[in-house]
């Protein structure tokens, strides 16, 4: 079997050779349609488990009183990034995050009610329509986050509408929540959960304002797709803070937000009702980087007035003059953090917190987690490291920031 380091350095070489020279949109599309095959055979997705070694996925150890400094490194294990090891506490006694729960090293922890073998998921934006849940899980993602899904099916905006910029290992997107649309979409998680280890895996569904539709009538929207999707979904997040869809951002407003969130959570409990199901579909609501402090602080309170189950944070920010879309990558890391620390400061221990923004590295992982995530997701790390990635990073003990221009090594810039 091939090492994890040569996994690497022959997606590096793949990457350089190959999935460069195609444009971004179809690399996604190439690369999508192949875990979405892998995934639907029970022989590939053991392959995928065992050459990527998740079986060894974990929780990284945090050190005393939730600091941002990672644990040690176990003198046993192997020095190597992109081999496992096992992170040992930095201190002794109990240790805790800033929301006051004991952080236990390596054992699993819950989402919802779920087990997760580790912190990692997959953001939204990777599987749109939910075609390669089973394959994303085989790769080692602890959990997946499907959409950002809409009421009516659309084909987004015109295309180019993604762009590499290589030289800092991030994405820019216009994509404009091209989908399948709520319907479909429900078909195909409903064809998941009936199959063999489908009902195992942990999904999030991420619905969005169709395009179509007015602001005014967003409500409408979020309250059918929530209808349609809840049943089958683990969480689901209500998504008002994408740069692509016109007017979608203003939406953040509280006195916008309100409506939509009452709407989505009656959609969500209407499903459970419907197919007979007890308890309710915990929701989300996701925001952007570019909301002011004050904005972030109006939006959590909303979310405790309305006995939501917690916030996403972040999503792509538009604070850039490369031209149209959201940047997603490193340079949201720094923003990402602090939108999560002053969540979880607003929130207490109450309700998740989900971190996203620049996650490329176990260092990454246990900042996030440190500040005061519950769990992270991630996407452009993945297109940039590739398949091995998901799970190498679960099993990395975080060590420390990573040198300047280190996260760019084996990537020729464009």
């Not at 209500?238 to 951002?249: A, C, D, K, Q, Y």
Request: charged share 20%; hydrophobic share 45%.
């Amino acid at each position: 079997m091939l090492g994890q380091v040569t996994w690497g350095t022959v997606y590096r070489a793949l990457f350089n050779l190959f999935f460069r020279r195609l444009s971004p949109e179809r690399a996604h599309g190439l690369a999508l349609a192949l875990i979405a095959a892998m995934g639907e055979f029970g022989p590939g997705r053991a392959l995928a488990r065992a050459c990527f070694r998740v079986g060894r996925v974990g929780w990284p150890t945090l050190p005393a009183g939730g600091g941002e400094r990672p644990g040690r490194l176990d003198p046993a294990a192997s020095s190597d990034d992109d081999r496992a090891g096992q992170a040992v506490p930095a201190g002794g006694g109990e240790r805790t995050d800033p929301a006051g729960r004991q952080l236990t090293g390596r054992a699993g922890r819950q989402l919802f009610g779920r087990d997760l073998p580790g912190p990692l998921g997959l953001a939204a934006g990777f599987d749109k329509d939910a075609k390669a849940v089973k394959g994303l899980a085989a790769l080692g993602f602890s959990f997946v986050e499907v959409g950002t899904v809409t009421r009516f099916p659309q084909p987004g905006n015109p295309r180019p509408r993604l762009w590499r910029l290589i030289d800092q290992r991030a994405l820019r997107n216009a994509m404009g929540f091209n989908n399948a649309g709520s319907t479909a979409v429900a078909r195909t998680l409903r064809r998941l959960r009936a199959s063999a280890g489908g009902g195992d895996l942990v999904v999030g569904v991420n619905i969005g304002k169709s395009k179509v539709t007015d602001p005014s009538e967003a409500a409408g929207d979020y309250f059918v797709s929530a209808r349609r999707l809840a049943k089958y979904a683990d969480y689901l997040v209500v998504n008002v803070s994408s740069p692509n869809t016109p007017g979608l951002r203003d939406l953040q407003a509280v006195a916008a937000l309100r409506p939509i969130l009452q709407a989505a959570r009656a959609g969500a409990d209407q499903s459970l009702a419907r197919a007979g199901r007890p308890g309710r579909t915990p929701l989300l609501v996701k925001i952007a980087p570019d909301l002011s402090d004050a904005d972030v602080d109006a939006v959590a309170a909303l979310v405790e007035e309305l006995d939501l189950d917690g916030i996403v944070a972040v999503n792509t920010t538009v604070a850039h003059d490369l031209g149209a879309g959201g940047l997603s990558g490193p340079p949201l890391r720094q923003r990402g953090l602090e939108v999560v620390r002053r969540l979880r400061g607003q929130l207490g221990a109450g309700r998740t917190v989900m971190g996203v923004g620049g996650i490329a590295s176990a260092a990454d992982i246990a900042d996030y987690l440190a500040a005061g995530a519950d769990a992270v997701q991630a996407y452009t790390a993945f297109i940039y490291q590739g398949p091995a990635w998901p799970a190498r990073v679960q099993r990395a003990p975080a060590r420390g920031r990573a040198a300047p221009g280190a996260l760019r090594k084996g990537i020729r810039p464009s």
